[in-house]
């Protein structure tokens, strides 16, 4: 299913041909980055999601990621986790049918360490290429193109993915070998967690007492106790009582997850980390699977009786 073509004025720059598979809450914005600068095709696994964008951008949506990987020197996927893109390489239609010995791919998932390396020894087995580069800075970033991403591969792969990373992100970090990117994804997750589930009890507490919830962030802003939490989603998100839908809380509880099963694997205890994982476990049960990670704040305001708003 080929949706469009070019249209005649438009020519972006001669570069590596890119396939990008998994079009979702940020994927959509860090795709279009790529539009300008690479010969881009696209496949989504809700094709409505593919030809879309392939509409919006003047660019080809195709069937089948065995058809995408026949197109592209560099791939590109942003799935939810690991599992997902081990199952895009499979079957008659996957991408390993398709792909070429020298094929690059650059897993911009948050994954697992494991599983990146599982995806690594099965490409290289056949001539192809792997890195794992998650990213932070959400939809707004993926946007303006200022995403953090952190990379695992090895130096020479590194080389090869940065002009297609570059066009996506600000802070582009080698962090190490095949795994590295992942586990310091998940690092950052937990933190995250921490900062929203600790930020949402203490101002329940401080706005229960009648303090106001903006003085207390004036405060918390310049003082220790300050995150991205506190001077961005919190007077954003929840101040507001917006609430906006940019990353699902179910994937934060899969990013705590995989921080959890990495302090397993290397046979640290990690106290913070589980409380946390078993927090966000909670929070994805009782919210449902498309609730934003803010709204945990949510769950803290209802179980205390106040409302964080000013
Ligand atoms: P979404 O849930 O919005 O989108 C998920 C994407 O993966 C969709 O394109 C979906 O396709 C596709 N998908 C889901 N399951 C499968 C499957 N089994 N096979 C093939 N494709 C599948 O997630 P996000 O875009 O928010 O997140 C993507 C990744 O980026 C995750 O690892 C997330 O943790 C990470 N991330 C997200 C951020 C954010 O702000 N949203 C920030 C930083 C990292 P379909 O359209 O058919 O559902």
Redesign the pocket.
Known sequence: MSTSVPSPSFAPAAGPRVGF????????PMAARLVPRFPLVVW???AA?ATDFAARHQISALATPREVAQRSDVLVT????S??VE??LDGPDGLLAGLAPGTLLID????SPAGSRRIAHRLTAVGAQFADA??????K??EAGT?TIMVGADPGVFARALPVLDAMGKRIVHMGPIGSGDAM?AVN?VLLAVHLLAIGEGLAALTKMGVSPAKALEVLNGSTGRSMVSEVHVPERVLTGLWPR???A???D??VEIARGLFEELGLQAPVAELAATLMHHARQTLGEEADHVEVIRLIEEQAGVEIRG
């Open positions: 598979l998994g079009l979702g809450a940020i994927g959509n989504n696994r809700t999601r942003c799935v939810p986790n599992a997902e199952a895009l911009c998932t948050s994954g998650p990213v932070s800075g959400g939809t970033g993926a995403l994804k997750q940019t990353f699902r179910a994937l934060l899969k990013d």
